[in-house]
């Protein structure tokens, strides 16, 4: 069985957006002292490879552990839109062109990944200058009926976020900060993306991985 790890490590001082807090992994215990080792974790839920719950944009939305296991799994395509420069709008017809590519007809249950390229610029200036969904893409995605879409980029949109909010409403869960995408382009695979139960959470940090076929 080959699973590929979609997922970023975390530590201390690992890059997040900037109106959240720098993540803290520091040891709280250790072996010598206390006979056990364990870590001390300070982290918004949005850090690093995580997923948005509706309630993240929608006020009174579900939260993170509310939503059905049976969102974070199922079958998974990527696609490669690491060609675009800084900035981008990610269109309805954009994606139609990729999707069409891939020979699959009905994408009922799936979840689309989409490359960007911009999970190797963490932490510099440019990391913000992604390419971002539209609104338009978003109601594709809808329309599709996919179960959720993932980037490698910091966010699936862009300032003033089009795409965030139907998605959510449509209860299209929203991975952000995936990693190793390259490694899916052409393939296919089962994804998996498991968040914490987090009481109330907007959102939570997942371990991701898919499972080729
Ligand atoms: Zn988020």
Not at 44 to 71: C, K, Q, R, S, Y
Not at 72 to 82: E, N, Q, R, T, Y
Request: no cysteine; charged share 20%.
């Amino acid at each position: 069985m080959k699973i590929v790890d979609l997922t970023m490590t975390i530590k201390t001082k690992a890059p997040v957006h900037p109106i959240y807090v720098e993540p803290v992994v520091t040891t709280w215990t250790t072996i010598k002292e206390t006979g056990f080792y364990s870590t001390l974790l300070i982290l918004n839920d949005h850090t690093l490879t995580h997923l948005d719950a509706p309630a993240h944009v929608i006020e009174n939305g579900v939260t993170v552990d509310m939503l059905p296991l049976e969102m974070f799994i199922g079958p998974g395509i990527a696609v490669d839109l690491s060609y675009l420069p800084p900035r981008s709008t990610i269109t309805r017809e954009t994606l139609l062109r990729e999707l069409e590519k891939t020979g699959i007809t009905s994408f009922e249950g799936w979840v689309l990944l989409i490359r960007t390229g911009y999970d190797s610029k963490i932490g510099t200036p440019e990391w913000f200058d992604h390419p971002g969904l539209d609104e338009s893409a978003a109601k594709l995605l809808i329309e599709k009926k996919f179960k959720a879409v993932g980037t490698d980029a910091p966010s699936i949109d862009r300032e003033p976020y089009p795409a965030h909010k139907p998605l959510l409403q449509n209860n299209i869960i929203v991975y952000e900060n995936l990693t190793n995408l390259k490694e899916l382009i052409g393939r296919k695979f089962y994804f998996y993306g498991l968040p914490l139960k987090i009481y109330r959470g907007s959102g939570s940090l997942v371990r991701a991985i898919a499972i080729m076929e």
